[in-house]
C-alpha cells in the first residue's frame, strides 16, 4: 500500500489538497482510500461517514470520528478492568455520559491507519492535522512502543505462575494478567502503525501558502522531518494568485508568493517536486474543482514543477539505503561516527544524552529517543559537532568491551 500524508501549516487548505491527491490518485487506477477528520461532504459531493463511502471512479473515503472512538476504547477498558473496578466499589461509566478528552484525536487517527492498513488498498492518502501536531501523531507509535517495552516488560511475565507467592512475600499485589495482555494488544496495534509510518513507500506531502509565515514553519518542520525518518515528496504550494493581479495591494500579495516560491525552489526542489496550486477565486467545492486542482497545469511553471499531485504516487523513489550512516575511521583516528542528518538544526537547540543503549536527540520542539547501532554501544560518546546540517557523534571503542585484534 502507497501511503500519503498531506499536512502543513493551519489554514493552508492541506484537506482539499488531500482530496484533491485522492481522486488525481483514483483517476490513474486502483482503489484509494482518503481519510480525514474533517467533512469531506462538499468537497467529494456525497455524505462521507465513519466507514469507508465510495466515491466513485476507485475513490473511497471515511471521516475519523474521535469522540466515537474515545466511547468505545474507554467502555472497552472499563470491561476489561470490571474486577479491579469491582473490587474498588467503582460505578461504572455509560457510553451516554462520556466526553470526548482532548488528544483523543490523535489516537483515533492512529486507529484509523491501522485499519486502513488491514484493508485492500492500493493508495492511502491521510488528512493529517498541522503541521506540528502531525509530526508528534507521527512519532507516537515508536514512544508508545517504547513506554510499553520499559513498564511492561514482555520477559516479565513469564514469571506469572509465580505472583500469588510473590504477591504474598512483598505484601502488594502484582499486575493482572489482563494488564500485560491488553499492553500486548497495544503494542500489536501499534506496530502496524509504525510499520506504515516507517515503511519506504510512505511519504509526506507538504502544503503550505507562501508567506513569510508558512516559510519559517516549513524550515523548523524540515529538521523534525529528518529526525523522525520521514520523506516529502511534493511541496504543494497552495493559493498561488495569478501574476497578472490588478492594483497595488494585490501586486504586494503577488510579490511576497514569488519570493517565497523562489526560496522554496532552491531549498526544497532538489529533493522534492513543487506543484504550486492557483487561487481558484473561492473556495473549492464537488468534484470537478478537486479534478481541476489536482490535475491542473499549476500556476507557476518553474523548474521541479510536478504535472500532478498524482505524480509520484505509483513509485516515490528509491529511499536511502542507510540515512543515518556510520563512518569507520578506527584505522585513522579510532574513531567510529555516527552521522545524522538534520537540516535546518540550530546548534543552540540541540541536546544529545546517552543512556544505556539509547540515544536522545532533542532539537528544537522535536525529541526522538534512538537506538544506538550494534557496534556503537560498545562505545562511549567522545563528542559531537553540527556542521553543514549533519551532527556527527563521536563513539571511541570502550577496550573492555571492543573485541581484540579491531
Not at 234 to 261: F, M, Y
Not at 311 to 319: F, Q, T, Y
Request: proline content about 9%; aromatic content about 4%; some cysteine.
Amino acid at each position: 500500500m502507497r501511503t500519503v500524508l498531506v499536512t502543513g501549516p493551519g489554514g493552508a487548505g492541506r484537506t482539499t489538497i488531500a482530496a484533491a491527491t485522492a481522486r488525481a490518485a483514483a483517476r490513474r487506477g486502483g482503489r484509494v482510500l482518503l481519510l480525514s477528520a474533517d467533512p469531506l461532504d462538499d468537497l467529494l459531493g456525497i455524505p462521507v461517514g465513519a466507514g469507508p463511502t465510495g466515491a466513485g471512479d476507485g475513490l473511497w473515503a471515511a471521516r475519523v470520528d474521535s469522540g466515537e472512538h474515545f466511547r468505545a476504547e474507554l467502555l472497552t477498558l472499563q470491561e476489561r478492568a470490571a474486577t479491579a473496578l469491582d473490587l474498588l466499589g467503582a460505578r461504572r461509566l455509560a457510553g451516554e455520559e462520556l466526553t470526548e478528552l482532548p488528544g483523543s484525536e490523535q489516537f483515533a487517527l492512529l486507529h484509523a491507519v491501522r485499519r486502513a492498513a488491514e484493508g485492500d488498498w492500493d493508495v492511502l492518502i491521510v488528512d493529517m492535522p498541522p503541521l506540528r501536531q502531525a509530526l508528534a501523531v507521527l512519532a507516537l507509535p515508536e514512544q508508545l512502543r517504547r513506554y510499553l517495552r520499559r513498564l511492561l516488560p514482555r520477559e516479565r511475565q513469564a514469571a506469572r505462575a509465580l505472583r500469588p507467592m510473590m504477591a504474598q512475600l512483598a505484601g502488594v499485589p502484582m499486575p493482572a494478567q489482563w494488564l500485560y495482555e491488553m499492553a500486548d494488544r497495544r503494542d500489536a496495534e501499534l506496530a502496524v502503525v509504525q510499520s506504515v509510518v516507517q515503511d519506504p513507500t510512505t511519504t509526506v506531502r507538504l502544503v503550505a501558502e507562501p508567506g513569510p509565515t508558512a516559510a519559517e514553519a516549513l524550515r523548523t518542520a524540515r529538521t523534525g522531518l529528518a529526525l523522525y525518518g520521514l520523506r516529502v515528496d511534493t511541496l504543494v504550494p497552495n493559493r498561488i494568485l495569478p501574476g497578472d493581479a490588478a492594483g497595488p495591494w494585490l501586486a504586494t500579495l503577488v510579490a511576497q508568493q514569488r519570493k517565497c516560491l523562489d526560496d522554496w525552489y532552491e531549498e526544497w526542489a532538489p529533493e522534492a517536486p513543487l506543484y504550486p496550486v492557483g487561487h481558484l477565486g473561492r473556495d473549492p467545492y464537488g468534484p470537478d474543482d478537486l479534478t481541476l486542482l489536482g490535475e491542473g497545469s499549476g500556476e507557476d511553471g518553474g523548474a521541479g514543477l510536478a504535472t500532478g499531485l498524482a505524480d509520484g504516487l505509483d513509485d516515490p523513489g528509491p529511499a536511502a539505503a542507510d540515512p543515518w550512516p556510520v563512518e569507520d575511521r578506527l584505522a585513522e583516528d579510532n574513531l567510529l561516527v555516527w552521522c545524522l542528518p538534520l537540516p535546518g538544526a540550530v546548534k543552540s537547540e540541540l541536546s544529545l544524552v546517552r543512556r544505556d543503549d539509547e540515544l536522545l536527540l532533542t532539537v528544537g520542539p522535536f525529541r526522538r529517543t534512538v537506538p544506538l547501532p550494534s557496534a556503537l554501544r560498545r562505545c562511549t560518546v567522545t563528542g559531537a559537532a553540527l556542521t553543514d546540517g549533519v551532527l556527527r557523534v563521536r563513539f571511541t571503542p570502550d577496550p573492555a568491551l571492543w573485541p581484540r585484534g579491531h
